[in-house]
Each structure stands twice: as structure tokens, then as C-alpha cells.
């Protein structure tokens, strides 16, 4: 089958949704060609006991998530607060701490590091949101060094060390020594600060979508219809200034522009004829995503709140290192949701499942007692497993990346345009940030000013259908 567009969007994922939408608002003709059988990409229902859905992908919003939030609030779609109300748990060192509010009680010292860690942190990150990363003062600098490097240098003692090493892992499913400390300051600046990203109330985990965080890409799909072909996983785009030929399987399509809007360790896989410039592929060589095993453990019911807790727990010993309540709205089944990150990751995903399971529940009796070893299910979802995502919850940059290709990771190559979270200004990595790629992109094509579409130099003449 081929098909004929003005602008054809790779991936069906929520940059590439809203891409579209954008798109096809303004007047344009698109295409949306999507690799799996369902819409999404890092954002996935799954089911409960009794029928009620589950994300087992990307789940949560939060305060100044603008674009998200006001794409639900067109769609219809509305948010319930996450869990929160109890005693949090936290092991960190040898210690283990029951507390309220935002910070464990940790040793004096240890929390006064935190928080001189987290002053640094923020004002360095404010810094580089100011502008491109790369373009900030002593990018360099930050650039050449690991998080862990950085850590080691500012951080005084072991205890706000491992704190730090808890929240890299929760946050970008990877360790301090993989990424670029620039990197994670842009991260941080992106999200408007640290408390952004880690708290729950008043941050990026405040908020679950009802009916499950996919309902907001079936809801975009929905709007774009038969624009979307699904199981058409893109193999090559064959380019020029006059317009794309983009193949997946059977189907062929033409178009005068192209967006690419999946992981930028996928976009580097498809191929590109001609090939394209050195520093976009350089950059994308350097980016691999994270890798995380996402657990939803269910129970009759959330047994936790009756002692007392929330059901949120972070170690710095555990594999299972983050944990929250994820029961439904309903109020039952009760569900934990945790998350083996990094190098947890890592070797989990050696062991087969039986053995998985076991340490996952033996985290969670840690965590919460006896009860926890006593699930009505199991579900999980090993993110480096799935073909078209192969990890989450994002791509990030290693050492050195973005102050010799940084300026490549959203600029137009011809008829190419880049979207995806890991493009984003703010709130890079969540939806959100997906969202505002798309939207930016959208306005990328619209400024060019789209004609109909025109036989692409050097391609073969075909017949447009539908």
C-alpha cells in the first residue's frame, strides 16, 4: 500500500499523537506510521483482578505540566491524587525511618549534606534551563564528568551520597556513573527543581490518570482515525530537499515532510538515505535509554494504609529501591507499584520469573510485613525487553554528548523534524515534555508552509491510496 501526504509522523507514541493532531488541525494532510500493534509507546494499560486498568508504562502528571495537562482537559480526561496520606518508609545506610513530609530522618549531618547537595543542584540546574544546555556557563565542565563524579566532589558525607544515588536510579532508571552531569542538571532545570521531580504531593507523582495513563493516546488516536497505521514498523526514509519516501513492511509513504518522534536509540536504527550528517549520529550513539523492570504487586486490599502507611518506601540496599501505593481510585484491589532500576534491573531481568518474583516480594514483606508475600497478582513489564522501546523511562546523554552534539538533538535535517520527551525544554522525560515536542514540531512544519504534495526527486511515480 502507499500513501500519499503532506507530512508523514514515525511513532504513535504522545510526541508523535500530538504532532498529528497539531498538524492535521492546521489543515495538513499526515500520515502516522506506528511500529507496534497498539498505540502509546512508553505508555501501556494492563489489567487488574476485577477488570480495572493498570499502567505498567509511563503513569503520572503533575503541577506545571501545562501541556499534558491541558491535553487531558480537552480530551475529557480527568486525574486522581496518588496515595500519599501515612508514614513513609526509607532505608538508607544501615538506618531505617518511618516518616512524614518530604525528607527521612536521617542523621543530622547527612540531611544537612542533602540539602547543601540539593542548593547546588537546583541553582546549577536553574542555570542551564536559562538556555540550550550546551550554551550554559561551565557546561564544560559539568559536561566532562559523570554524576557520580560530581556526587563524589559536593557531596560530604556517605549517607547524603546514597540518598542521591536512590533518586538517580528512581528518576532516570539508570546510575550516577552512566550519566552526564550535565545531563542531569539540565534534567533537574527542565522540571522546574529537584522537589519537582522527586515529591509526590505538589510534584511529578501527584497525579494518575483515570482509566489508565494510555487513554490519553487511544483518546489522541481517536481524533486522528484512519491516519494511523499500526504493525508498520519503519526500515528506511529515503530523503531530499524536495521530500521522503518512508518504508515499513508493505506499506510506502510520500510525503514532503517527515516526523521522526520515537527513542533516539530507535531513530538511530532506521535508515536514512542519505545518510545523515556526522553529529546527529554521533549524538544518538551516545544516548541509551534506561533500564527499568516495572512491578505492580495486587492485594485484596491495601493492607498498608491499615498500619499506617502509604505504601511509599525508598532503599538504598533493596533492588525493588522505589515503591508506591497504585491502588485504584476504587479503592481496591490494593496495589504497589515498584521498580527494579539500573543495575537492579540489570540482574533481575537475568533471573526467570519465579526467582523475580521471589525478591520482588521478598522487598515488599521488607518493606510493608508478612502480607506483602501474599499477592492475588503479579504484573510486570521489562521495558529493555519491548522491540520498539528497548528501556525507559528515557534516553539520556553520557559524559561529553551535548557540548559536542547537543545542537543536533532537535534542529530540522531537510524534510527530517525530531520530536520526543528527550527533545523537550521542560519536563524533559515525562509526558509532558512529549508533549510540548510535539507541539513544537508542529509549529516547525507550519511555519515552513506546507504545498501539495509533489513527486520526491529520483523516487518512483506510484498511485496514492488509502
Not at 400 to 422: N, Q
Request: hydrophobic fraction near 40%.
Amino acid at each position: 500500500m502507499t500513501i500519499s501526504a503532506e507530512v508523514v509522523v514515525v511513532g504513535a507514541g504522545v510526541a508523535g499523537l500530538v504532532a498529528a493532531r497539531d498538524l492535521v488541525r492546521a489543515g495538513v494532510e499526515v500520515a502516522v506510521l506506528e511500529a507496534r500493534e497498539r498505540v502509546g509507546g512508553r505508555l501501556l494499560n494492563d489489567e487488574l483482578p476485577g477488570g480495572a486498568p493498570i499502567e505498567v508504562g509511563g503513569q503520572w502528571v503533575g503541577p506545571g505540566q501545562d501541556h499534558v495537562l491541558a491535553l487531558l482537559d480537552e480530551l475529557g480526561l480527568t486525574t486522581f491524587p496518588t496515595h500519599v496520606a501515612g508514614r513513609h518508609i526509607a532505608e538508607i545506610g544501615t538506618r531505617r525511618s518511618e516518616y512524614r513530609g518530604r525528607i527521612p530522618k536521617l542523621p543530622p549531618l547527612a540531611l544537612a549534606d542533602i540539602a547543601q547537595l540539593q542548593w547546588r543542584l537546583d541553582r546549577i540546574g536553574r542555570r542551564v534551563a536559562a538556555t540550550d544546555p550546551w550554551l550554559a556557563d561551565r557546561a564544560d565542565v559539568l559536561d566532562a564528568q559523570t554524576f557520580a563524579t560530581w556526587l563524589a566532589r559536593a557531596g560530604h558525607t556517605g549517607g547524603g551520597r546514597s540518598f542521591f544515588r536512590v533518586i538517580i536510579e528512581a528518576v532516570f532508571s539508570a546510575e550516577p556513573e552512566d550519566l552526564s552531569a550535565l545531563w542531569v542538571a539540565h534534567y533537574v532545570g527542565a522540571a522546574g527543581g529537584l522537589d519537582a521531580l522527586i515529591n509526590t504531593a505538589g510534584g511529578a507523582q501527584q497525579d494518575r490518570i483515570v482509566g489508565g495513563s494510555q487513554s490519553l493516546a487511544l483518546a489522541l488516536a481517536a481524533e486522528l482515525g484512519d491516519r494511523v497505521t499500526l504493525g508498520a514498523p519503519v526500515t528506511e526514509i529515503a530523503w531530499d530537499d524536495a521530500g521522503v519516501r518512508v518504508t515499513a513492511g508493505a506499506t510506502t509513504v510520500r510525503a514532503r515532510r517527515a516526523v521522526i518522534a520515537v527513542p533516539p536509540p530507535l531513530a538511530a536504527r532506521i535508515r536514512c538515505t542519505p545518510g545523515l550528517p556526522g553529529d546527529r549520529d554521533q549524538l544518538v550513539q551516545r544516548m541509551p535509554m534506561g533500564r527499568v523492570i516495572k512491578i505492580n504487586v495486587a492485594y485484596d486490599e491495601p493492607f498498608w494504609r491499615g498500619a499506617g502507611l502509604s505504601g511509599q518506601a525508598n532503599s538504598d540496599r533493596r533492588p525493588l529501591g522505589t515503591v508506591f501505593d497504585n491502588t485504584p481510585p476504587e479503592g481496591a484491589p490494593g496495589v504497589l507499584v515498584g521498580f527494579l532500576e539500573g543495575r537492579h534491573a540489570d540482574i533481575g531481568a537475568r533471573m526467570d520469573l519465579p526467582e523475580r518474583r521471589a525478591r520482588v516480594l521478598d522487598d515488599l514483606a521488607g518493606y510493608f510485613g508478612p502480607p506483602a508475600r501474599k499477592p492475588i497478582a503479579y504484573i510486570e513489564r521489562d521495558w529493555a525487553e519491548e522491540e520498539f522501546s528497548r528501556g525507559c523511562y528515557g534516553a539520556f546523554t553520557t559524559p561529553g554528548t551535548l557540548t559536542r552534539f547537543g545542537p543536533a538533538l532537535r534542529a530540522p535535517i531537510g524534510p527530517l523534524h525530531w520530536a520526543g520527551t528527550e527533545t523537550a525544554t521542560r519536563w524533559a522525560g515525562y509526558m509532558d515534555g512529549a508533549a510540548e515536542s510535539g507541539h513544537r514540531v508542529a509549529r516547525e512544519i507550519t511555519r515552513v508552509g506546507q504545498s501539495k504534495v509533489q513527486p520526491v526527486t529520483g523516487f518512483p511515480a506510484s498511485r496514492s491510496s488509502r
